[in-house]
């Protein structure tokens, strides 16, 4: 027998393989009109063509120290891995097979003692190759599940680049906030001392009593103390500030206000769409997919075997029969409903999932930039009357210490005087802070990320 009558199998399969390789080459070519290209997806962080421009917002500080926080954040690290391992996907949607060929093979030896048998020496050795098959409209529906997949995870990236950016905003204005706190600590020393320095004289001079001077030192010590608590808030908050931007500090100005936005363009709702893309292309996999992949080969069989001669007429002979044989296996599984009501069911019940999350973050979104223009609203308003009754108590207390050095005030009104001024102060600086905070609450809010 001779043997490449054995061996046609692994010539088709043989063949198939350089056909695979064309078949793959041509499908990379067609992948530049269909946007479906294996492993040279752009990165995510280049991808940001239907984001709002960012120009407008490249003020202050917050735009550069997002890149860092971001760029050193570990959900956004495991967001930019998770899009490198959805993007390989391509791979399959560009192969010509949706699993792995494979090749099986079988060998088969009957030997027989009895010299009375017809048949000796019995041998059967089988060769198989094959590969699953896509099915009509399989290949199309997989593609596009990967590439919703994709965006999906931009989305999501776009979504935490926002929440990083809250996180830097709140810690910004914690810093800020104690270091007004320490701003206003500290003239409080400075004019504690200078209070009690003039008191000091006065009572040299016998103008004033021993009791206003321990009045005057009580003051300082209280304000010293104040000092030395904002102090190690401030340095608290710097630190964890600068943990978020790997140690860049929170000086200089934030942002400034917004116009506002389409609210579709917000990433809270970009991400939930998104997802509901995904949802509705994992659908449409799951109808076309309505049986496991059909699988088809080919196979290379020969056997052989000795036999003695059976004619009568002819002397008892060894003769050796053998034979060769080509065929093609289609393996065709069936429809059930046990297997496809299931995807089915649960692919529709992703996309009403992803539905509600759409409709919920639309609501929570409205709501919250009416919130956050009505506190910014109220935060202005609020810092013109600190700006006001702070101007009236710097007057009080200017014309107390005009009064006190006439001696027509005592040091005990003097210093009630001013704690009033201090008040004023706190709260002129709280409310300054107050709307600086709003104003990035507000944009947070409309999901501006620059």
């Known amino acids: 027998m001779r043997p ?36 040279v997806k752009p990165s995510p962080k280049k991808n940001r063509a239907r984001r709002p421009s960012s120009k407008p917002q490249r003020s202050g500080a917050l735009p550069k120290h997002l890149e860092i926080a971001v760029s050193i954040d570990a959900q956004s690290l495991s967001l930019e891995a998770q899009f490198r391992a959805t993007s390989a996907r391509y791979a399959t949607a560009n192969s010509i097979t949706p699993g792995s060929p494979y090749i099986s093979g079988s060998q088969r030896n009957n030997i027989s003692s009895n010299v009375t048998g017809n048949m000796r020496n019995y041998n059967e050795t089988e060769i198989e190759a094959g590969m699953p098959l896509w099915l009509p409209g399989q290949r199309d529906a997989f593609a596009a599940t990967v590439a919703t997949s994709l ?17 830097l905003r709140n810690a910004w204005w914690s810093a800020q906030r104690a270091e007004r706190e320490a701003s206003v600590a500290r003239n409080r020393v400075a004019t504690a001392r200078d209070i009690g320095t003039d008191m000091t004289r006065r009572v040299e001079l016998g103008d004033a ?18 000092l030395a608590q904002a102090e190690g808030a401030v340095k608290v908050a710097r630190v964890n500030y600068m ?10 100005s934030l942002e400034s206000v917004r116009p506002a936005i389409d609210i579709e363009n917000h990433p809270a709702l970009r991400a939930p769409r998104a ?14 997919t309505p049986i496991d992949s059909p699988e088809i080969g080919v196979f290379g ?36 409903m046990g297997r496809s009501e299931p995807r089915r069911a649960a692919a529709l019940a992703e996309m009403d999932r992803a539905t509600a999350e759409y409709e919920r973050a639309k609501r929570i979104i409205l709501a919250e930039i009416k ?33 006190f050095k006439l001696g027509e005030l005592s040091a005990f009104d003097l210093f009630r005087v001013r704690q009033l001024q201090l008040d004023a102060q706190r709260m002129q600086a709280s409310a300054a802070i107050n709307v600086g905070a709003a104003i990035s609450r507000l944009n947070q809010a409309q999901g501006y990320a620059p």
Do not use: W
């Not at 692994?10 to 290209?37: D, G, M, W, Y």
């Not at 919130?371 to 702070?390: C, F, G, H, I, V």
């Open 4 to 39: 490449s009558a054995v061996l046609a199998a692994f010539s088709l399969f043989a063949f198939a393989l350089p056909l695979e390789t064309e078949v793959r080459a041509q499908e990379q070519e067609e992948a530049a009109e269909t946007h479906i290209k294996a492993s």
């Open 151 to 167: 965006f999906e995870v931009e989305e999501r990236l776009a979504l935490r680049r926002l929440e990083v950016a809250g996180a």
């Open 209 to 226: 009593s021993k009791t206003d001077e321990l009045l005057a030192e009580n003051e300082t010590l209280a304000a010293e103390t104040e």
């Open 243 to 252: 943990a978020l931007t790997s140690g860049a500090p929170p000086d200089g």
């Open 275 to 288: 997802a509901l893309e995904r949802a509705q292309a994992q659908a449409q996999l799951v109808d076309a």
């Open 301 to 336: 069989r020969r056997d052989y075997n000795d036999q003695y001669s059976t004619d009568p007429s002819q002397p008892l002979s060894n003769q050796r029969t053998n034979s060769t044989t080509i065929g093609v296996r289609i393996r065709i599984p069936l429809p059930t």
């Open 371 to 403: 919130a956050a223009r009505d506190n910014l609203a109220a935060a202005q308003r609020a810092a013109k009357l600190a700006d006001s009754r702070l101007g009236v108590a710097n007057d009080q207390f200017e014309l107390s210490r005009k009064a």
